[in-house]
């Protein structure tokens, strides 16, 4: 149901000052294995985010789709940066934002990097700047802090994210066509501060130059299609291990996957989801059998599976 956030009137200036807008962002998953916090690809399930000013003093949020089931008490991260945007100057966020979510929150599907992206895109495009990529991608990292994430929901495609000293460089990595993706998620959520807390402080350095081997045979086997390759480049000893025996259900909902046709599975971003890369015409197999799993007959709405494909455009104003 809508709800209200109340605003200073005293800031609020007419609704002929801010423009309608509207906002779509893609979902992404992360790490695939191997390249933890270091690759994403944007896939096609979306965040539909729109602003529709008025005078009336307060901002009313509506959201809907997955962001349904949220508490109406709990901060919306939309809202949150619009406010601030419109706020930069001296402009406050009176009117109506509507969200219409796909991407399961809390799943490992990027669902934070979408709706932070959405409210910088959304502020931009109210006070009827251009579009500014760049800034946006910032300001998102900053506050979000995953850019593994932020990169392919911004730009689409298969992303790379390298930190260097004078911050973040973005590379685009190919894709075959020929790989399809396949994602199921129990019930229960992980949030990315929970995943993260389970990692060792410290790694081999075996470990390490191990991994450095399995990045390039993941990013050629995606290039290629190369089953053998992606098996080599999800296989991971950095974060994965770690983070499994959070998941409910999870060996068995891989093995499912396994089964029903996938060259590989693994956890998609922090979890609770998983993503197997399997041929695209048995994407909807792997995806019901690992559902089924994760499920076991309880019909659990929160309980998800499907299959998705590459979104290469990234967010789009319309």
């Given at each position: 149901?809508?709800?209200?956030?109340?605003?200073?009137?005293?800031?609020?200036?007419?609704?002929?000052?801010?423009?309608?807008?509207?906002?779509?962002?893609?979902?992404?998953?992360?790490?695939?294995?191997?390249?933890?916090?270091?690759?994403?690809?944007?896939?096609?399930?979306?965040?539909?985010?729109?602003?529709?000013?008025?005078?009336?003093?307060?901002?009313?949020?509506?959201?809907?789709?997955?962001?349904?089931?949220?508490?109406?008490?709990?901060?919306?991260?939309?809202?949150?940066?619009?406010e601030r945007e419109l706020?930069?100057?001296?402009?406050?966020?009176?009117?109506?934002?509507?969200?219409?979510s796909q991407v399961p929150?809390?799943?490992?599907?990027?669902?934070?990097?979408?709706a932070s992206l959405a409210?910088?895109?959304?502020?931009?495009?109210?006070?009827?700047?251009?579009?500014?990529?760049?800034?946006?991608?910032?300001?998102?990292?900053?506050?979000?802090?995953?850019?593994?994430?932020?990169?392919?929901?911004?730009?689409?495609?298969?992303?790379?994210?390298?930190?260097?000293?004078?911050?973040?460089?973005?590379?685009?990595?190919?894709?075959?066509?020929?790989?399809?993706?396949?994602?199921?998620?129990?019930?229960?959520?992980?949030?990315?501060?929970?995943?993260?807390?389970?990692?060792?402080?410290?790694?081999?350095?075996?470990?390490?130059?191990?991994?450095?081997?399995?990045?390039?045979?993941?990013?050629?086997?995606?290039?290629?299609?190369?089953?053998?390759?992606?098996?080599?480049?999800?296989?991971?000893?950095?974060?994965?291990?770690?983070?499994?025996?959070?998941?409910?259900?999870?060996?068995?909902?891989?093995?499912?996957?396994?089964?029903?046709?996938?060259?590989?599975?693994?956890?998609?971003?922090?979890?609770?989801?998983?993503?197997?890369?399997?041929?695209?015409?048995?994407?909807?197999?792997?995806?019901?059998?690992?559902?089924?799993?994760?499920?076991?007959?309880?019909?659990?709405?929160?309980?998800?599976?499907?299959?998705?494909?590459?979104?290469?455009?990234?967010?789009?104003?319309?």
């Open positions: 149901m809508p709800f209200s956030r109340s605003s200073k009137r005293e800031r609020v200036r007419t609704m002929t000052e801010l423009r309608a807008a509207r906002v779509l962002v893609p979902c992404s998953t992360s790490n695939f294995g191997s390249g933890y916090d270091t690759i994403g690809l944007a896939l096609d399930r979306y965040l539909d985010a729109s602003f529709e000013p008025d005078d009336s003093g307060s901002l009313v949020l509506d959201r809907q789709g997955t962001l349904a089931r949220i508490d109406p008490a709990e901060p919306d991260l939309v809202a949150t940066i619009l706020a930069k100057h001296q402009v406050a966020a009176s009117g109506t934002l509507r969200l219409h929150v809390a799943r490992g599907l990027g669902s934070s990097a979408s409210g910088f895109a959304l502020g931009a495009a109210a006070l009827g700047l251009e579009r500014d990529d760049d800034e946006a991608f910032a300001g998102a990292v900053r506050l979000e802090g995953h850019a593994d994430n932020v990169a392919p929901c911004l730009f689409g495609g298969l992303r790379a994210v390298v930190t260097t000293l004078e911050g973040p460089v973005v590379m685009g990595l190919s894709l075959s066509e020929d790989v399809g993706f396949a994602y199921a998620a129990p019930a229960a959520r992980i949030s990315t501060e929970e995943a993260r807390r389970q990692l060792p402080r410290q790694l081999p350095h075996a470990v390490a130059a191990s991994t450095l081997g399995r990045v390039v045979a993941l990013v050629r086997g995606l290039a290629e299609a190369n089953p053998e390759l992606i098996r080599i480049g999800v296989a991971d000893e950095i974060h994965t291990p770690y983070r499994l025996p959070l998941i409910p259900g999870v060996m068995g909902a891989i093995s499912a996957g396994v089964e029903a046709g996938a060259w590989a599975v693994t956890v998609s971003g922090a979890g609770s989801g998983v993503i197997a890369m399997c041929e695209p015409d048995h994407a909807e197999a792997v995806a019901a059998a690992m559902h089924e799993v994760f499920d076991a007959g309880r019909h659990d709405p929160e309980c998800v599976g499907f299959a998705l494909r590459p979104d290469f455009a990234g967010l789009r104003r319309l």
